[in-house]
């Protein structure tokens, strides 16, 4: 249990007044009793605790479990007690000792690490891939499945998707493997630098381990360790011979095809495999009408490659996005085969997607029409426009409409394309586009926390805070102070303490701010040119569980940071934190960024993934406060500041201290305005680096 601003910032206890009486004609001294530290942490095998009560009162001590127990229970003036913490068998857990006299009781919390045995992995954890699979299509809950027990699976990789291989995927954490019947996509902790196509390997399936559908695309084991897979053999790729109607019934996702009586869709012709530098997706069609897709990755190595224009058999990995089935090339040699005379296909008539949701704000979706016959469209709804109602064969049409003029109720436009062609079965399409309730700009309401800087209202500003689930509790995650102008946040506040710095994984979930509409956010998926997407609130600061790391990757928390700056002194620095926040109760961390400064009031941008302006920082900044209940001195509380250029730097952590005073100076914000203001003006002038790790 972490200490709360007013409550603690002063951990001595004392009656707020008492009865003087005179003896030898000098007052008594105040009734008082306070404890030597006011947490412990405990192993699962138990210890014993020594801890000093120091009163000048009677007291009676008792805890709320019985895995506690206190040695004496009772005394009179300051005494040594001894606290005895039994062993744990079980989950982790939490116990309170209570201190109780004439005045407010004190309290020593203990919290106990698990002590709980994982269990024996079954005498038979093997399962075929199918298996596995069914596992998750029986028991996924919004396209997610966590396994009950620990398994073994075994296949070939029939992936590249290597730094050093094809790399014609998104990321280099991802293995594809087979076992002839099935396949599945591995999400792994780190990125492949070992397996390649015909590596034999198994596969560890811990208990616990998620499932799931990524942004509606294959099945994946999500966060699968590396460690966990073995080679145990070679088996090169052969692939299973389909045509382009099995394709679309699905089967074969993860697996290695060969899709016969193929080609590239005519009005693909003369595009290369990657466009414009982005992730692409090129049209393909079967002799009978069949459409689905390649998609191949922006950092595939033959992505500047025209698309062949012949027919064939085409190879590839057969994979799914949202509605599309696609194939993704496994090895340059997949698309040799499309060679033959171009065939003139029978009638067909489709679109891309048929569905669609967007923002609250104006905008318009390019509904993409394919097909070679004659067409017409029309939309239900006045609100939204067409770029064209009719055309002849694959056609970009777009649609377009405004702000949704509700706060409260989301819109629906349906366009139909219809067809007369004889040789169509179906001949009318509806494409659906739902347009969420306009999110207006708004500020939460500000609470009393020690590590938040004055708040004052601004209209470009917004002050947002962020919490998270933890054993059925909402726990604060941090706050910011963001400006839709520049698309920054001024600061992040947080608190730093031990029990934020495990328990899971960086999660690497890049995303949008729900707090903030989306039009007043930078488009962050991938990195901005030049810069790092330096994080304000570290992931490694929010480790506790994947809610709370995730949030951290909101784009709100993200500025343009110096590469070289961001995993240098910088990294150093949020390092040391964490080694200062271990070592006492909480460390109060508020880091910012300078958009211009008194010297140099130019605002210089960057743009962001969508080709809007983000403000570049010109300086960072961390204010941090420390409270360690041990210490008396200004009731436990001791501050620190740095400052830094948004540029290469040399040096040590030190180099860049300043007090907090001076970077209130800076900045204009005044920090830890909640302690006590005796305290707040002897600790913040400090720039002394005693005690911080440095």
């Known amino acids: 249990m972490r200490c709360e601003m007013k409550k603690y910032v002063k951990y001595l206890i004392v009656l707020a007044s008492a009865l003087v009486s005179m003896s030898c004609g000098e007052p008594e001294a105040d009734p008082f009793l306070y404890l030597s530290f006011p947490s412990v942490s405990a192993e699962a095998e138990g210890k014993t605790i020594d801890l000093t009560v120091s009163s000048n009162q009677s007291w009676t001590a008792s805890a709320d479990v019985p895995w506690l127990t206190v040695s004496p229970a009772s005394g009179t003036g300051s005494v040594d007690v001894k606290v005895t913490v039994a062993g744990n068998n079980d989950e982790a857990r939490k116990g309170v000792v209570t201190f109780s006299w ?3 009781p004190a309290t020593l919390t203990v919290q106990q690490a698990s002590g709980k045995k994982e269990e024996p992995e079954p005498e038979d954890g093997t399962l075929t891939i199918a298996q596995l699979r069914k596992l998750y299509d029986e028991g996924q809950v919004k396209n997610k499945y966590n396994t009950t027990a620990r398994y073994i699976i075994q296949g070939s990789v029939i992936s590249d998707y ?4 094809l790399d014609n995927y998104t990321s280099a954490k991802a293995i594809v493997i087979s076992d002839g019947e099935t396949g599945i996509m591995l999400y792994c902790d780190n990125y492949n630098t070992s397996f390649k196509p015909g590596d034999e390997v198994k596969v560890v399936v811990p208990k616990g381990q998620e499932l799931s ?8 084991l999500n966060g699968i360790k590396m460690a966990g897979i073995t080679k145990v053999g ?4 052969e692939p299973v011979e389909i045509s382009a109607a099995d394709l679309l019934t699905n089967k074969y996702e993860s697996m290695y095809v060969a899709v016969k009586d193929v080609q590239v869709q005519s009005s693909e012709i003369g595009k290369t495999f990657v466009m414009n530098g982005n992730h692409t997706s090129i049209i393909m069609e079967g002799r009978n009408g069949e459409v689905f897709d390649i998609f ?5 190595k033959f992505g500047n490659e025209k698309v062949p224009t012949g027919s064939g058999t085409l190879k590839g990995i057969g994979s799914i996005y949202g509605e599309r089935m696609q194939l993704c090339i496994a090895k340059v040699g997949d698309y040799a085969g499309l060679t033959g005379e171009r065939f003139a296909g029978a009638a067909s008539f489709s679109l891309f997607y048929s569905e669609y949701t967007h923002s609250g704000d104006k905008g318009s979706y390019v509904i993409q029409v394919l097909g070679n016959v004659d067409w017409t469209a029309s939309c239900d709804n006045d609100a939204f426009t067409l770029s064209a109602t009719s055309g002849t064969g694959a056609t970009d049409v777009t649609l377009s409409f405004g702000d949704n003029p509700s706060l409260t109720e989301k819109r629906v436009a349906k366009v139909s394309f219809k067809t007369t062609d004889a040789g169509v079965a179906q001949k009318e399409l509806v494409f659906t586009l739902t347009q969420l309730p306009y999110q207006e700009l708004t500020s939460d309401e500000v609470p009393v926390r020690m590590e938040l800087p004055a708040v004052e209202a601004q209209d470009s500003v917004v ?3 962020h919490g998270y689930d933890l054993d059925g509790k909402k726990v604060h995650n941090y706050s910011l102070y963001y400006d839709i102008r520049y698309k920054v946040a001024h600061w992040v506040a947080y608190p730093l303490y031990e029990s934020v710095l495990s328990g899971t994984e960086r999660s690497n979930a890049w995303g949008y701010d729900p707090k903030v509409p989306e039009r007043d956010q930078a488009r962050l998926f991938s990195a901005i040119s030049g810069y ?6 570290p992931s490694a600061d929010r480790l506790v569980n994947k809610e709370a790391n995730e949030q951290t990757f909101y784009f709100t928390n993200l500025t343009p940071q110096n590469e070289a700056m961001n ?3 910088w990294e150093t620095l949020e390092k040391d934190l964490r080694v200062a926040a271990r070592n006492c109760d909480t460390v109060y961390v508020v880091t910012g960024c300078v958009v211009a400064t008194e010297s140099d009031k130019t605002v210089k941008y960057a743009k962001d993934n969508n080709g809007k302006n983000i403000a570049i920082p010109k300086a960072y900044y961390k204010v941090c406060l420390k409270y360690n209940a041990s210490s008396s001195v200004n009731g436990g509380y001791s501050a620190i500041g740095f400052w830094m250029e948004n540029k290469s730097l040399g040096g040590s952590v030190s180099d860049y201290v300043k007090s907090v005073d001076e970077i209130e100076k800076l900045t204009g914000f005044d920090f830890f305005h909640n302690l006590d203001d005796t305290v707040e003006n002897a600790v913040e002038k400090n720039k002394n680096t005693d005690g911080w790790n440095l």
């Not at 191949?296 to 595939?300: D, N």
């Not at 790092?532 to 609130?537: C, E, Y």
């Open 102 to 104: 004439s005045g407010k």
């Open 162 to 165: 290597r730094e050093a291989g």
């Open 213 to 220: 559908r990524y942004n509606e695309g294959p099945v994946q």
């Open 234 to 237: 070679d088996k090169p790729l």
């Open 296 to 300: 191949t990755s922006k950092y595939a």
């Open 463 to 465: 002050f947002i805070t």
């Open 532 to 537: 790092s997407r330096g994080h304000q609130l």
């Open 567 to 569: 995993s240098g002194v």
